[in-house]
């Protein structure tokens, strides 16, 4: 990997942010033709505080971008378990498995695959702004006919191109670390505390992936375990295989993506909350959009199809979150989808794309709150 100070020529394609949004957006615009360019201040591979795991539907636009993870270090998984102090349930996937990765480990793999492409790469540069129709990195001009601004949540590049900051719906913190066990889960799991929910992702051979979230500040990763039983019971012989690191995990929205050849991916664009699963899926789903719209030279196409790709998600975070609410609503939840388990099916198979939402229907709304009601 070359780190590169300065580019050779000017771009018709320059991404700012080189995590996984970043780079397939990159990937998505070399498939396109276009000569593209990333930079990024960090040094790969660039690691972030997640889940670490890819629902089918992940997968599968990962392949659409030329990136294969069938030689990575990882693990699969079929389906999701909800976890609560008295009940369990699960569903499993209606097509396909799941694919827990240590987000070094795919970043790497972007990397190799926009390498391959041809992408120029430029790490431990500065992009300090824009000036005379160009992007300022390392004070040097680089002219690009777009400007793609995959910078994350905080983006400098929204600010730059006057797009805002959206609207904000929540805020939380999360922690994630790694821990060595044999008993790997066969399902993502989602187990709840009082005030904290938590996932446990198989991500290797004998490793699986801890994250915690909570609308509070966070204490210590063993002090946060033992506020949820359930998950320090199932994490009673595991052994840790990292040190915790910390994150914001933020669900907002942009009325606007884009602003003259200015354009946002990934975090950059709006982000929601890293209960649903839903943000690698988002930031791939966009990068292919993007490829399209630059290629038919229209970014309202990538406009419309992003504000057409957040309703799932948006969706899933209210849905999901509602468990957050209290004990009792948790309780109640889980006894209804334990009663009805083809409704957690459903509700499955919307997630990952295979069930459109519309076609959830009505019904199946009502006889979840009917369960809720009667349980």
Known sequence: ?????????????????????????????????????????????????????????????????????????????????????????????????????????????????AEHLGVEMFWGARVSGFRNGAVILNDREVRAKW??????????????AGLGAGREFQRRMALRQHFTTSDLPEFVEIHWGESSQAYITPVAKNEICVAVMANRKLGRMDLELENIPTLAERLHSARPGSMPRGAVTVSNRLKRVYRDRVVLVGDASGSV???????????????????KAMAANDLAIYQKAHSEMEILPQFMRRTMLLMDKSATIRQRTLRALQSRPELFARMLSVHVGELPLLKFGLGSLADLGWELLTV
């Open 273 to 291: 909350d890293a209960i649903t699963g839903e943000g690698m899926a988002l930031s791939f789903r966009q990068a292919l959009s993007l490829g």
């Open 147 to 160: 400007v793609v601004g995959a910078d994350g949540q905080n983006s400098m590049v929204r600010r730059w």
């Open 1 to 113: 990997m070359v780190t590169m100070t300065e580019p050779k020529n000017d771009v018709d394609v320059f991404v700012v942010g080189g995590g996984p949004a970043g780079l397939a957006a990159a990937i998505s615009a070399r498939h396109h033709g276009f000569r593209t360019a990333v930079a990024d201040l960090l040094m790969p591979p660039i690691d972030k505080a997640c889940g670490e795991g890819l629902m089918p539907d992940s997968s599968a636009e990962l392949a659409r971008l030329g990136v294969s993870l069938d030689r990575c270090q990882r693990a699969e998984f079929q389906g999701i378990r909800f976890v609560g102090p008295n009940q369990s349930v699960e569903a499993t996937f209606p097509r396909g498995r799941g694919v827990g990765i240590r987000r070094t480990v795919l970043h790497a793999e972007l990397i190799s695959r």
